[in-house]
């Protein structure tokens, strides 16, 4: 069976990235969108990222943010992955020179292998849940039935994933990486260890 990538998103606190790199996430997500409970300042970015150990991707995640907030955050904080989870072109989203996924929220009859095409430029795909006026961790899962095979760029899979249904998403789906925050935490933008260490087991199938 492949190995699938975890990546445990709206990390604010010191105390929870090095959580989650202890039970062995691959990546930790900064959310820079201002109207989140979990956006962070920064100031709070940097000293999350300064105090990982290494071989942990930082990825900074962006909902429609202008041009220059995209660039002051890179020149301040060592991202090494940008996540758009707006309705950003793909033009825009490669225009950093950095590596970037874009996250596209799935509702019933949208064309997805379409939608993905044409972020052909993206390391990969993030498939998240729709909901009016909410651009993102809704915490609700969406129908994984709706999801094509063999879309042409590796598939990060969100929304509302818990330790509870991780392994029959990964069964289904075959993602290459799994995507989650409300399902680890406590309250909005506190992570609980338990849950994140569950989480990362259960991807891993340890138990
Ligand atoms: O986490 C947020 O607050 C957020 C805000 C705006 C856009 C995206 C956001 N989070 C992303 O949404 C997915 C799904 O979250 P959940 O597991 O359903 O709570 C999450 O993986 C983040 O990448």
């Not at 790199?21 to 900064?30: F, N, R, S, T, V």
């Not at 992955?81 to 590596?99: I, K, M, N, V, Y």
Request: glycine share 10%; charged share 20%.
């Amino acid at each position: 069976m492949p190995v699938v990538r975890v990546k445990i998103c709206g990390i604010t606190r010191v105390e929870d990235a090095l959580v989650a790199a202890c039970a062995g996430a691959d990546a930790i997500g900064l959310v820079f969108y201002p109207k989140s409970p979990r956006a962070v300042s920064i100031r709070q970015a940097r000293e999350i990222i300064e105090a990982l150990p290494p071989f942990i991707t930082t990825v900074g995640l962006f909902v429609n943010a202008s041009r220059s907030e995209v660039e002051q955050t890179l020149a301040a904080v060592p991202l090494d992955l940008l996540q758009f989870h707006g309705d950003e072109t793909p033009e825009e989203c490669g225009s950093f020179a950095r590596p970037w996924i874009k996250a596209l929220r799935v509702q019933p009859g949208m064309d997805i292998a379409a939608r993905v095409s044409a972020y052909r430029g993206a390391s990969g795909v993030l498939l998240d849940s729709y909901m009016a006026g909410v651009p993102g961790g809704t915490g609700h899962a969406f129908d994984w039935s709706l999801i094509p095979s063999g879309l042409s760029l590796p598939l990060i899979l969100a929304g509302g994933l818990t330790a509870e249904t991780v392994r029959e998403a990964i069964a289904r789906v075959a993602p290459f990486a799994v995507d989650v925050s409300g399902g680890v935490e406590m309250s909005k933008g506190i992570k609980d260890a338990a849950k994140v260490k569950r989480f990362v087991e259960r991807v891993r199938n340890d138990m």
